[in-house]
């Protein structure tokens, strides 16, 4: 059974930063595009950006192009998320996804594993 355990969340001053760790277990994701999402409150859950499974191919949101960053450790099987010049409208919790494809893409639906997400709060 694979199981996604996100970490890294908190409160943090707009223009700070964070860094989200998702841990995978029971399975290796080298072969897995990985990807996070968020869902702030009263909204649709909205693609952040996704990796695939070598790494060499990422997508960004236009909203967090530039200021966030994922990468892949998969020799400890865990995804980040680098995230700077934070803003309020990032203030979400914000899910990791594993897809079982080496392909990579922003449609959540494709994605066969979630985690449970982590609270991210961007305050001014």
């Known amino acids: 059974q694979v199981e996604l355990v996100e970490s890294g969340g908190g409160l943090v001053q707009a223009g700070g930063s964070l860094r989200l760790s998702c841990a995978v277990s029971?399975?290796?994701?080298?072969?897995?595009?990985m990807g996070w999402f968020r869902q702030a409150p009263g909204k649709e859950r909205e693609f952040v950006v996704v990796?695939?499974?070598?790494?060499?191919?990422?997508y960004y949101a236009d909203s967090v192009k530039g200021r966030f960053t994922i990468s892949r450790g998969n020799a400890k099987n865990t995804v980040y998320l680098q995230m700077n010049s934070l803003k309020l409208e990032d203030t979400a919790v914000y899910y990791c996804?594993?897809?079982?494809?080496?392909?990579?893409?922003?449609?959540?639906?494709?994605?066969?594993?979630w985690g449970q997400g982590t609270q991210v709060t961007i305050s001014s």
């Open positions: 990796i695939s499974g070598s790494g060499s191919t990422t």
């Open positions: 996804a594993a897809r079982r494809l080496y392909r990579a893409t922003a449609e959540a639906e494709e994605y066969d594993y």
């Open positions: 029971g399975r290796t994701i080298s072969s897995y595009a």
